[in-house]
């Protein structure tokens, strides 16, 4: 199976930056797509961002401008540059990888959540 480790997550004052890591691990044949997802208290879980493994990105409107997908394909690590954060970035923050396996499979895999928190 796949497993995800993320890092990089803390407290920082609104207009601060903090950098998220999510690395894949296991059996992986290929990286798909790897993005990051938040969920607020209280809130359905969203995305924030992704990318492809050939480096297209997509962002949610609330932080286009604000934030940077970007990936390491030799270490299967995706990362997101977070700039200008706002209180209502806080949330606990999923990374999501779709992999192909050695078998030809896809798997669809969450990682445990990293929690950031924007204090105004």
């Known amino acids: 199976q796949v497993q995800l480790v993320e890092s990089g997550g803390g407290s920082v004052q609104a207009g601060g930056s903090l950098r998220l890591s999510c690395a894949a691990s296991g059996s992986i044949l290929r990286i798909n797509v790897m993005g990051w997802y938040r969920q607020a208290p209280g809130s359905q879980r969203e995305l924030a961002a992704t990318?492809?493994?050939?480096?297209?990105?997509n962002y949610a409107d609330s932080v286009k401008g604000r934030f940077t997908i970007s990936r390491d394909n030799a270490k299967n690590t995706v990362y997101l540059q977070m700039n200008s954060l706002k209180p209502e970035d806080t949330a606990v923050y999923y990374c999501?990888?779709?992999?192909?396996?050695?078998?030809?499979?896809?798997?669809?895999?969450w990682g445990q959540g990293t929690q950031v928190t924007v204090s105004s």
């Open positions: 990318i492809t493994w050939p480096g297209s990105t």
């Open positions: 999501k990888a779709f992999v192909l396996g050695p078998t030809g499979v896809f798997y669809e895999n």
